[in-house]
């Protein structure tokens, strides 16, 4: 290899380096505890809804694999159960 080329490539590795291995500025971090909750709801918050559209996503994946008659039996049964909880809560069963 050329000189130019070797150059080129620690140039590179020492860059990537460089720019890994920063640490979070003054911004990142907040000032106050209010700042801190403020930032820990949003988080949470965000994270709520992701998993809310996961949940989602993976209901209807579940549904989009049944076969017709499977379909019926799930929902028929999801209904029979809830009249049964339902029963059990109030003492009939």
């Known amino acids: 290899m050329k000189i130019i080329t070797k150059g ?5 590795l020492i860059l990537f380096s460089i720019t890994g291995c920063r ?4 911004g990142a971090t ?3 505890v209010e ?7 949003k988080q949470q918050k965000k994270r709520a809804k992701e998993a809310k559209k996961e949940q989602k996503k993976a209901y209807k994946h579940f549904w989009s694999l049944q ?4 379909k019926k039996s799930i929902k028929k049964n999801k209904r029979r159960n809830k009249r049964m909880a339902r029963a059990r809560k109030r003492g009939e069963y």
């Open 23 to 26: 640490t979070a500025g003054p």
């Open 30 to 32: 907040p000032g106050s």
């Open 35 to 41: 700042e801190a909750e403020e930032m820990l709801a």
């Open 8 to 12: 080129g490539v620690i140039l590179l």
């Open 67 to 70: 076969s017709k008659e499977a």
